[in-house]
Every structure is written in C-alpha cells, then in structure tokens.
C-alpha cells in the first residue's frame, strides 16, 4: 500500500484545541496555586504569589502548592494581526537543554499540527515574522542571535520560550532582548506554546 | 573483553572501572586540497535541531571531512558546593531529551560512594524511565530519519508517538521530561501498570516494517556512514555487531530478571543503526510490560564517598564520576555523554561519503548537542 493511502487509513488525529480542552496534560507544565511560603529555588514563589516566568516546575513547593492542569502560562504583549493568515517563525537556540526545543517541534506533530492555523517555521529569519528565542544567553551564541535579528524584515516579533529566556530559569541569565510574547515552562507545554501563537498572530 | 568507553575527566572509563589517564586530543586528519572549499553549516540554521557549526570540506559532492563545533551553545552548569538534591535540578537541566539517564547515572554514583542500597522496586522504576526514554528518543531519530527523506505520512505517524510517549511520561511521572521525579531518597511516581503501551507497539510495528519495504527510504540509509570501531559505544557499535551495551555491563541496575537482549545488526552503517533502533523500541516494550510502578523511598544519609554510576542512554553509555563531601555538598564532578563520543564516530564516518548522505548519517547517531558543551563550576 503507498504511503498516501496508509496515510488516510490512519484518519485525522489532529484535536480540536484551543476550542476543546486540552487532553492529557503534564501537570507539572501548568499553572501553580497554593498558600504559604516555600524553598522555592527560582524565588518563583514570594509572598503567596507565584510567577509563572520564574518557575522551572520543581515541585519544591509541592503540597503547600499545586499544579492546576491550567495551560494559559504566558502573556502576549503584542500581537500582529498582519500575521493572521501565514505566520513563520524562526527558532533560535541561544543554550538550552535540547527540552523547549523539542516541545517547539512537537507542534508539528498531527495532535497540535501547527499548520492548520497558518503557523509555519522557517528555515532562515530573512523569510520569518517572529523570532523564538529559547535558553539561556551563552557567550558563543550572542552574535547568531544579533545577527537574526538584523536580518529579519519589519515588522517583526519577539517570541521567548521557556523559563530560561525569559527569567534565566536556574541555570544563568535570559538573552537581552525584549519579549512581546513570553511562553513560561520548563519546558513549557506544546498547549501552552500553541495558544500563544495563535494568539500572537492576531487570531 | 575490557573495552575503553572514554574519557570522564581525569579518568579513561571502561566497562569494568576507571583509571586516571592522559588526555589525548585527536586531530582532523584534513590537510587542504586543491579544488576542496569549506561549506559551513550553522550554528543557527533551519533544519538542526539545537546550536551547532559543521564545517564540511568538500569537492562539492565527495566529503573529506566534518569539523563539528558544538561549543556555541556551551553553559557553565555551578554544581559544586551545592548538595545532592539541589544538584539534581541542575543535572536535569544538561539534556532534557535524556534526563533520565543522567539523574540516574549521577544518583547511581552517589549511592554507590555513599554505600546506600537502593530497594529493588525502586530500581526498577528507574528502568522504566530509562526505557520510556529510549523509545521516546528512538521514535524521534526514525522520525527525523524520515523526515530528510521527505516521506510526510511516517514522518506524522512517528511524532505523534514521540508525544503519545511524552504524554505517557507526563501522566505517570508528572513531567514530561522527568524533571523532579529522581531525588536522593527515593521517586515521584503514579504507581501501577502503564497502560497504552500496545497502541505503540501496534502502531511502530506497522511503520517499521513498511520502512524497511520501502527501497526508496533504505538507499539513503545503506552503506552511508559506516562505522565499525572499538571505540564506538550505544546503537552505533550495536549496529556494527558489537554486543557493547551497559545493559548486559553494568550490575546497578536488574536488567537481566527482565529477560534483556541485546539488539545488534551487521552493516554498520545508517541502516544498521535505523534497525537496533527499531528493534530496541519493541525490547524496551517487552520489559516495560513486566513492570509495576511503586513509589519508594530509602534512608539516606550524610557521608564522604565517591564513584562512577553508569547507564545505557538512549545513544549509547553515559557516566558520571561524583565526590561528595562530609556535608553532603558536591565537591568534584565529571560527565562522559554518549553525544561527545558519538561526534567523534560521526565525523570518521562521514569521511568519503556525499554530500547528500549528510542529514541522515547525522540523525542516525542521536547527538544532543546541549550535553556536550558544559563545563562544571
Ligand atoms: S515548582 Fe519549583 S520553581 Fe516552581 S514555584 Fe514551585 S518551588 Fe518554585
Ligand atoms: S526553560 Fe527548561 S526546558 Fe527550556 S531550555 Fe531552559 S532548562 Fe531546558
């Protein structure tokens, strides 16, 4: 049988998310509510509150403290409804543990399939409308990040996954550069991530 | 037979213990040739998964050899003066990809200098991560496999186990990548029985098979990157008919009352190491079905020591050399990762191929680039 035809055998896998629920959620990538102070060894826990940017989901906090199953951990500060009908994204690794950048590729997966909502990646940032930024800074990646920037056309968008880029997680300092999105998780969710982009094209 | 698996810092390794040597840095054999040019490759580029430069020297379509830099994303990981569960956050943190291996291999080495016995059932839920992470990891080399090929049906099949598997991890370990589940003292863990596992195998059963009938996908794979070497470890020795697996090696952990086989083939190249990969996802299903999740915990304690825990990673082994103080703070740490050696077996193996053969020699060996560049302070 060819390809094409298993192909239909197997049917649509793809689920009805961001209009249904989630399915089958790793706790511990979701939302943390609670009381009390803890050990928390990002400080993403002071004074009853918790932040979402801060967090690395250790579960130090954990029961004083407890994880939601709510996947909306990020904040979109600028959206860009030019991007509704086509967005591309290039990815950038400035020193991750190899964790963001293989939620990032699970969207492509036929669960999330990325491309229904007209979300694609690009293979250089001279065709791309947002940057994605994962990891921490390191020395040797700054200029490949700088350089990315430049080479993007207007208007262009800021994209920061995972706590290490956006907060420097545990692990060192996030890159210097200003997020319009910033996607929490360590490693965030392939949900969470999902509804950000679709949110951040303007949809 | 003694085999030499590599170099953990000051030490050489070898399946049987570990010795202080010399390093000896090897040099590219590459000397410039008239007509020959270096394509570069990275360190940012579509296509690659994490932060790496390869430098390809070629005539255009013959290659004379790889340079790969993985040092342009390399991170200074501050562990030493921390203690043992503090430490973990950070070991988790070197390769999400293969956390379980390396929380295992570090905690292995503590107990180990410590003199702690670890509870059975315990080691066995270790084994389980340990498998669920080669299938995951195995799954993604196939799926990138075919993905340089181009075949989109496969290619969706496979990534939607890879996270059939991550969704499995998450339910019964809370993580989808096992962070916070191993600490010194026991295990975060759902117990029980894992369900869904008969729908991977129905379901790679059925993928495998078809791409090993598909003569289009194979001829990219056959006698691309040959590799038949002492030095190699994981499923590029094994590909390469050497039974070299810590598995079968090392005594930590009960692989053998799950009745464990070696998976090896014979070609020594792409394909044989597509095929253990292949045949390892079904080994690594036989023994998770004879598992049963406990959460378990143990006396730990505070104590001098140091040691060498090893595991068999997803790409071959992984160590961990540890010293612990009287404080229980880490006082020295070195890492051998299946990655760094695997490079080095990658770039040989490259040598007189061609251009095109590249992508697919290269998924063939699951390099996880972030494990290679860190330096311990
Ligand atoms: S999970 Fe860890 S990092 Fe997150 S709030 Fe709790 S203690 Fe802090
Ligand atoms: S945020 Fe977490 S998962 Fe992502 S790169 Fe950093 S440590 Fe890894």
Same mark, same amino acid.
């Given at each position: 049988m060819s390809w094409f035809l298993k192909g239909i055998k197997r049917g649509i896998r793809t689920e009805k998310f961001p209009k249904e629920k989630p399915l089958e959620v790793a706790p511990w990538s979701t939302k943390i509510e609670g009381e009390g102070n803890v050990n928390c060894p990002t400080n993403a826990i002071e004074d009853n509150k918790w932040a979402q940017e801060k967090c690395v989901f250790c579960r130090r906090c954990f029961p004083s403290y407890k994880p939601t199953g709510d996947v909306n951990i990020f904040k979109v500060e600028k959206r860009n409804p030019t991007f509704r009908k086509s967005f591309y994204i290039y990815?950038?690794?400035? $020193?991750?543990?190899? $964790?963001c950048n293989l939620e990032l590729k699970l969207l492509t997966s036929p669960q999330y399939d990325m491309s229904r909502f007209g979300i694609f990646f690009t293979n250089t940032p001279r065709h791309a409308d947002a940057l994605l930024v994962m990891g921490i800074m390191t020395e040797g990646m700054r200029e490949a990040l700088m350089r990315a920037y430049e080479a993007m056309p207007e208007p262009k968008l800021i994209i920061l996954l995972g706590a290490c880029a956006i907060s420097g997680g545990l692990l060192g300092l996030p890159p210097e550069i200003k997020g319009d999105v910033r996607i929490a998780g360590c490693p965030p969710n392939p949900y969470t991530i999902l509804k950000a982009l679709v949110e951040t094209k303007g949809d | 037979m003694r085999r030499k698996i590599g170099k953990l810092g000051k030490f050489c390794l070898y399946n049987d213990g570990y010795v202080e040597c010399e390093e000896k840095i090897e040099k590219s054999a590459y000397t410039p040739a008239y007509g020959s040019f270096d394509f570069v490759y990275g360190p940012s580029a579509g296509g690659l998964m994490e932060s790496v430069r390869l430098d390809i020297i070629t005539f255009g379509?013959?290659?004379?050899?790889?340079?790969?830099?993985?040092?342009?994303?390399?991170?200074t990981i501050k562990i030493k003066g921390k203690e043992i569960n503090d430490a973990l956050l950070y070991i988790e943190r070197i390769n999400a990809p293969f956390t379980a291996s390396h929380t295992i291999a570090f905690l292995m080495a503590i107990e180990k200098a410590l003199g702690i016995e670890v509870p059975y059932e315990l080691l066995l839920d270790r084994i389980a991560e340990i498998e669920l992470e080669r299938i995951r990891n195995n799954l993604l080399v196939i799926e990138r496999l075919t993905e340089a090929a181009g075949f989109q049906v496969p290619m969706s099949s496979l990534l939607w186990l890879v996270e059939k598997v991550n969704r499995i991890i998450g339910k019964y370990f809370g993580h989808r990548y096992f962070f916070g589940v191993n600490y010194y003292g026991g295990i975060n863990v759902e117990e029980g029985k894992i369900k869904d596992l008969e729908i991977i195998e129905k379901e790679f059963n059925e993928l495998f098979n078809s791409l090993i009938e598909s003569r289009i996908f194979i001829d990219r794979l056959q006698g691309n990157g040959i590799i038949k070497n002492e030095d190699s470890i994981g499923p590029a020795a094994r590909a390469a008919n050497l039974e070299y697996d810590a598995r079968n090696e090392?005594? $930590?952990?009960?692989?053998?009352?799950?009745?464990f086989k070696i998976s090896t083939y014979d070609s020594a190249d792409a394909f044989g190491r597509f095929i253990v990969r292949g045949k390892e996802i079904f080994e690594s299903l036989n023994m998770l079905s004879r598992i049963n999740l406990k959460k378990i915990e143990y006396t730990n304690r505070l104590a001098e020591g140091k040691a060498v825990g090893r595991v068999e990673s997803p790409s071959g082994d992984l160590a961990y050399y540890v010293e612990v103080n009287n404080k229980g703070k880490i006082s020295e740490i070195y890492l051998l990762s299946p990655s760094s050696i695997n490079i080095r077996l990658f770039s040989k193996s490259m040598v007189k191929n061609i251009f095109t053969d590249l992508p697919f020699n290269w998924e063939s060996f699951g390099i996880w680039i972030s494990e290679i560049g860190v330096k311990f302070e």
């Amino acid at each position: 049988m060819s390809w094409f035809l298993k192909g239909i055998k197997r049917g649509i896998r793809t689920e009805k998310f961001p209009k249904e629920k989630p399915l089958e959620v790793a706790p511990w990538s979701t939302k943390i509510e609670g009381e009390g102070n803890v050990n928390c060894p990002t400080n993403a826990i002071e004074d009853n509150k918790w932040a979402q940017e801060k967090c690395v989901f250790c579960r130090r906090c954990f029961p004083s403290y407890k994880p939601t199953g709510d996947v909306n951990i990020f904040k979109v500060e600028k959206r860009n409804p030019t991007f509704r009908k086509s967005f591309y994204i290039y990815p950038i690794d400035v $020193g991750t543990c190899g $964790g963001c950048n293989l939620e990032l590729k699970l969207l492509t997966s036929p669960q999330y399939d990325m491309s229904r909502f007209g979300i694609f990646f690009t293979n250089t940032p001279r065709h791309a409308d947002a940057l994605l930024v994962m990891g921490i800074m390191t020395e040797g990646m700054r200029e490949a990040l700088m350089r990315a920037y430049e080479a993007m056309p207007e208007p262009k968008l800021i994209i920061l996954l995972g706590a290490c880029a956006i907060s420097g997680g545990l692990l060192g300092l996030p890159p210097e550069i200003k997020g319009d999105v910033r996607i929490a998780g360590c490693p965030p969710n392939p949900y969470t991530i999902l509804k950000a982009l679709v949110e951040t094209k303007g949809d | 037979m003694r085999r030499k698996i590599g170099k953990l810092g000051k030490f050489c390794l070898y399946n049987d213990g570990y010795v202080e040597c010399e390093e000896k840095i090897e040099k590219s054999a590459y000397t410039p040739a008239y007509g020959s040019f270096d394509f570069v490759y990275g360190p940012s580029a579509g296509g690659l998964m994490e932060s790496v430069r390869l430098d390809i020297i070629t005539f255009g379509e013959y290659i004379r050899d790889v340079i790969v830099n993985p040092y342009y994303k390399s991170r200074t990981i501050k562990i030493k003066g921390k203690e043992i569960n503090d430490a973990l956050l950070y070991i988790e943190r070197i390769n999400a990809p293969f956390t379980a291996s390396h929380t295992i291999a570090f905690l292995m080495a503590i107990e180990k200098a410590l003199g702690i016995e670890v509870p059975y059932e315990l080691l066995l839920d270790r084994i389980a991560e340990i498998e669920l992470e080669r299938i995951r990891n195995n799954l993604l080399v196939i799926e990138r496999l075919t993905e340089a090929a181009g075949f989109q049906v496969p290619m969706s099949s496979l990534l939607w186990l890879v996270e059939k598997v991550n969704r499995i991890i998450g339910k019964y370990f809370g993580h989808r990548y096992f962070f916070g589940v191993n600490y010194y003292g026991g295990i975060n863990v759902e117990e029980g029985k894992i369900k869904d596992l008969e729908i991977i195998e129905k379901e790679f059963n059925e993928l495998f098979n078809s791409l090993i009938e598909s003569r289009i996908f194979i001829d990219r794979l056959q006698g691309n990157g040959i590799i038949k070497n002492e030095d190699s470890i994981g499923p590029a020795a094994r590909a390469a008919n050497l039974e070299y697996d810590a598995r079968n090696e090392e005594i $930590g952990l009960p692989y053998k009352d799950l009745g464990f086989k070696i998976s090896t083939y014979d070609s020594a190249d792409a394909f044989g190491r597509f095929i253990v990969r292949g045949k390892e996802i079904f080994e690594s299903l036989n023994m998770l079905s004879r598992i049963n999740l406990k959460k378990i915990e143990y006396t730990n304690r505070l104590a001098e020591g140091k040691a060498v825990g090893r595991v068999e990673s997803p790409s071959g082994d992984l160590a961990y050399y540890v010293e612990v103080n009287n404080k229980g703070k880490i006082s020295e740490i070195y890492l051998l990762s299946p990655s760094s050696i695997n490079i080095r077996l990658f770039s040989k193996s490259m040598v007189k191929n061609i251009f095109t053969d590249l992508p697919f020699n290269w998924e063939s060996f699951g390099i996880w680039i972030s494990e290679i560049g860190v330096k311990f302070e």
